[in-house]
Nanobody, 122 residues
Framework: QVQLVESGGGLVQAGGSLRLSCAASGRTFNNYRIGWFRQTPGKEREFVAHVSQNVGSTAYADSVKGRFTISRDNARNTVYLQMNSLKPEDTAVYYC???????????????WGQGTQVTVSS
């Protein structure tokens, strides 16, 4: 089991950057694959990025590819989402989640944080 807490959200100008953090507790953290998702009011939760136990194994949504980078530091029990070249359409609540699968499907993620708000102004 793992507990997740997101942080690092805020208000930025278009073209700016933010780094989100997903801090985890639980001795089994290193066994989980971690994904980032985002959601706006009235819309489905959307896959953003995913990282496996291998730092070289990552996946990104087409909408963020080339702009966002996911990484993990198992020694710190933390996963990061570096977001560059932010656009207004990136505005959402961002969630991190843990799963045992190689998947981008939200329902297959067993553990979720409470989210952190990212707002990108024009």
């Amino acid at each position: 089991q793992v507990q997740l807490v997101e942080s690092g959200g805020g208000l930025v100008q278009a073209g700016g950057s933010l780094r989100l953090s997903c801090a985890a507790s639980g001795r089994t953290f290193n066994n989980y694959r971690i994904g980032w998702f985002r959601q706006t009011p009235g819309k489905e939760r959307e896959f953003v990025a995913h990282v496996s136990q291998n730092v070289g194994s990552t996946a990104y949504a087409d909408s963020v590819k080339g702009r966002f980078t996911i990484s993990r530091d198992n020694a710190r029990n933390t996963v990061y989402l570096q977001m560059n070249s932010l656009k207004p359409e990136d505005t959402a609540v961002y969630y991190c989640a843990a799963t045992n699968y190689l998947t981008v499907t939200p329902r297959l993620y067993n553990y979720w944080g409470q989210g952190t708000q990212v707002t990108v102004s024009s």
